[in-house]
């Protein structure tokens, strides 16, 4: 199966992470954490730079891995380093999504998460405060 290699950013702020709707294609309406594909030559960091800037015109500071999500789709075996980010500098602008929230811990399960997300999710519900 065709493999895909993605990099996500957890955004977090006093004790809330940020959540994004897809704006377009096959998920349309699923919830996801803003990030896309690594290009070739790029390191994870990189990636999640770019990815960021483009999809909500921010900076970020990217610190530790969180997980690495394998899952397989359909389609595509999906291999997705999640790392827990801060904002560093911008507003946010939704440049290809619908809308974002900002989830705690009470009602990260609020959303429709993408498949591949619901795992990570409840991990990462017992890591917030
Ligand atoms: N960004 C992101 N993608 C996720 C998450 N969960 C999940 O299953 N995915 C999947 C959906 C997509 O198949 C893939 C991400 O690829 P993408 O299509 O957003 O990547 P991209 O920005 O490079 O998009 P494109 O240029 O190919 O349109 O990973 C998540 O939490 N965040």
């Known amino acids: 199966m065709r493999k895909i290699n993605v990099v996500a950013a957890i955004l977090q702020k006093d004790g809330q992470?940020?959540?994004?709707?897809?704006?377009?294609?096959?998920f349309e309406g699923n919830w996801e954490f803003p990030g896309g594909k690594i290009e070739i030559g790029e390191t994870p960091q990189e990636a999640l730079h770019r990815e960021i800037k483009?999809?909500?015109g921010i900076e970020i500071q990217v610190n530790d891995l969180f997980d690495t999500v394998e899952y397989d789709y359909l389609e595509f075996h999906l291999i997705m380093q999640c790392y827990l980010c801060k904002i560093t500098e911008g507003n946010i602008?939704?440049?290809e999504?619908?809308?974002?929230?900002w989830l705690g811990r009470e009602n990260i399960d609020s959303v429709e998460w993408l498949?591949?997300?619901?795992k990570l999710?409840?991990?990462l519900k017992n890591s917030l405060l």
Do not use: C, F, T, W
């Open 93 to 95: 602008m939704l440049n």
């Open 97 to 101: 999504h619908k809308v974002i929230k």
């Open 115 to 118: 498949p591949a997300d619901i």
């Open 17 to 26: 992470v940020l959540s994004a709707q897809r704006g377009y294609g096959e």
């Open 121 to 123: 999710v409840e991990r």
């Open 54 to 56: 483009e999809e909500l």
